[in-house]
């Protein structure tokens, strides 16, 4: 992935499929992007706290995740587990800007 200074570019919006997730690796890092049922683009760490599932392959249903190895839901929005689970992921603040998705660094 191209870096510019502060954005990792992730690819053009019209291209990124709608409820499920890409994968970037950003650093070693997995990210894991989606394109919400309403447009809207978010990141996420793509291994789910409980035993590490790619949550980039995961079921997505409004702005959770569901880990495809154990169920846990995951806000898209926050990161944090759904109770009874506990746990969150770290999430990852997200541009679009002429067609082009980013994830911003720092």
Not at 74 to 89: F, L, N, T, Y
Request: net charge negative.
């Amino acid at each position: 992935m191209e870096k510019t200074i502060g954005k990792l570019l992730v690819g053009k919006y019209s291209e990124l499929p709608e409820r499920l997730g890409k994968t970037i690796i950003l650093d070693g890092q997995e990210i894991a992007v989606f394109k919400l049922a309403d447009g809207e683009v978010r990141a996420i760490e793509n291994r789910c706290p409980h035993k590490g599932g790619v949550l980039a392959e995961g079921m997505v249903s409004g702005d959770h995740v569901f880990c495809p190895m154990h169920d846990w839901k995951i806000s898209i929005m926050d990161g944090k587990v759904q109770a009874p689970d506990e746990g969150c992921v770290q999430t990852y603040q997200v541009e679009v800007k002429d067609e082009l998705v980013y994830i911003v660094l720092g």
